[in-house]
């Protein structure tokens, strides 16, 4: 079956320290995005992809970094230098193009400890 | 800048019909799209606009005015499982690329 997969769905960090959520698709798809939402809160844009190799800011990249090797992988940071980490982390995928809809991951929550 | 408006929270009873309204204001305008989320879930898609006028998918509809850059969702024949957080997006330019922008969300309670 083809889909967006996060990983792990629960995570917690010590203050201070690095951690890295994970987020793989399967469907082709050449656009990447990672979401921030907090609790009855919208999604807010971190990072987005359009190609390999390639990504841009969303409107709270600070304190978060991504890397997009492979097609199928999109991985977010989320560092130290990031003040308040604790939310709800989602990651979609969209062919493209002008292609609007996007596929979900069933999202990373994490808490910092 | 860009940004998108939504009424925070709508309650409405089985049966009736509920109009969610979005307005927005994005440099470049490529379609307004509409998902669902189930408290703790994943957002999924429910409609996208990208010519003035309405759509219909079944008890959704979705309608969209670029003059006015205002769009809505209907729901009709609510029923409880519609209960959920309801977003517009857009796909705003974002220099040389696209980016999707999500609304504020709308928390839809339906009640018996």
């Known amino acids: 079956d083809g889909g967006i997969t996060q990983s792990p769905k629960y995570l917690f960090r010590k203050e201070g320290q690095n951690v890295t959520l994970s987020c793989e698709q399967n469907?082709?798809?050449?656009?990447m995005y990672w979401y921030r939402q907090d609790p009855g809160q919208g999604l807010r844009l971190i990072y987005y992809s359009q190609i390999v190799n390639d990504f841009q800011k969303g409107d709270i990249a600070e304190g978060y970094s991504v890397s997009r090797e492979k097609k199928e992988s999109f991985p977010l940071t989320v560092t130290s230098a990031q003040k308040n980490p604790t939310a709800f982390y989602l990651c979609?995928?969209?062919?493209?193009?002008?292609?609007?809809?996007?596929?979900f991951g069933q999202g990373t929550r994490l808490t910092v400890v | 800048g860009q940004s998108l408006e939504q009424p925070s929270e709508v309650t409405a009873v089985e049966g009736a019909i509920v109009q969610i309204n979005c307005t927005y204001q994005?440099?470049?305008?490529?379609?307004l799209s509409w998902y669902q989320q189930h408290d703790g879930g994943a957002p999924t898609f429910l409609s996208y606009?990208?010519?003035?006028g309405l759509e219909e998918t079944g008890r959704f509809s979705s309608f969209l005015s670029r003059s006015d850059s205002y769009g809505y969702l209907l729901l009709q024949e609510l029923q409880m499982k519609d209960s959920a957080s309801y977003f517009c997006a857009v796909r705003a330019r974002g220099g040389a690329t696209n980016k999707l922008i999500f609304g504020t969300g709308t928390l839809l309670a339906v009640q018996p």
């Open positions: 606009n990208a010519l003035d």
């Open positions: 469907l082709n798809h050449d656009a």
């Open positions: 994005t440099s470049g305008f490529y379609g």
């Open positions: 979609a995928s969209n062919p493209g193009g002008m292609n609007t809809e996007a596929f």
